[in-house]
């Protein structure tokens, strides 16, 4: 059975940081791709910052030089450094893995979800 574990999120001032992990467990079936979305009140989920099939970072516009992902423990755990979050940057963030590539972050080219974490950010 896949499991994606989030945790670290929290509420912080703007300008603070954060950084969330993702534990992924289960996924026997390789290849596979971690990446983070958020969803914040009233909006569509959108992809934050994915790895890609080359295992580079993908990051979306709005949080480029801003966030960094890492990924840890023979792939299994992925991190996301949050510095300098915005109040826009308040949602509830998701771990999603996929075993394909496409866009990387589309949510819809993903299998498996977390739970998800909460950020909030206050201004």
């Known amino acids: 059975q896949v499991q994606l574990v989030e945790s670290g999120g929290e509420s912080v001032q703007a300008g603070g940081s954060l950084r969330l992990s993702c534990v992924a467990s289960g996924l026997t079936y390789a290849p596979y791709y971690l990446g983070w979305f958020r969803q914040a009140p009233g909006k569509e989920r959108e992809g934050v910052a994915a790895?890609?099939?080359?295992?580079?970072?993908v990051y979306a516009d709005s949080v480029k030089d801003r966030f960094t992902l890492s990924l840890h423990n023979a792939k299994t755990t992925l991190y996301l450094q949050m510095n300098n979050l915005k109040p826009e940057d308040t949602g509830m963030y998701y771990c999603?893995?996929?075993?394909?590539?496409?866009?990387?972050?589309?949510?819809?080219?993903?299998?498996?979800w977390g739970q998800g974490t909460q950020v909030t950010v206050s201004s």
């Open positions: 999603a893995a996929r075993h394909h590539g496409g866009y990387v972050l589309a949510d819809y080219e993903y299998n498996y």
């Open positions: 790895i890609a099939s080359d295992f580079r970072p």
